[in-house]
């Protein structure tokens, strides 16, 4: 019994849903330690800019000691989000405003 089809159209509008590309702001990309406590640290030091986080996604990193986050962040600049996740980031990778 088929119940519905799922195509790559909609596979594509989640996974836009999902990193926020429909909302105006900040996307950041980068690595993470994997320690307990990293993604409220995070969540803090956008807050402490004036920032609001509309989505996160966390995927494994390059090796079993961190992690790969991507951040869409509104209601602050790119500069004060990248100063503010800096200290925390292992390694940014990518930086994106729209």
Do not use: Q, W
Not at 13 to 30: D, H, N, S, W, Y
Request: glycine share 8%.
């Amino acid at each position: 019994v088929v119940v519905g089809i799922i195509t790559e159209t909609d596979i594509f509008k989640t996974f836009l849903e999902l990193i926020g590309a429909r909302k105006p702001g900040v996307r950041i990309t980068m690595y993470v330690k994997d320690v307990r406590g990293e993604l409220a640290r995070m969540a803090k030091a956008v807050a402490d800019v004036g920032g609001n986080i509309v989505a996160t996604v966390e995927v494994p990193g390059t090796d079993s000691t961190n992690y790969e986050v991507l951040l869409k962040v509104t209601e602050a600049s790119k500069d004060a989000v990248v100063e503010a996740l800096k200290p925390i980031a292992v390694r940014i990778i990518d930086v994106r405003e729209g």
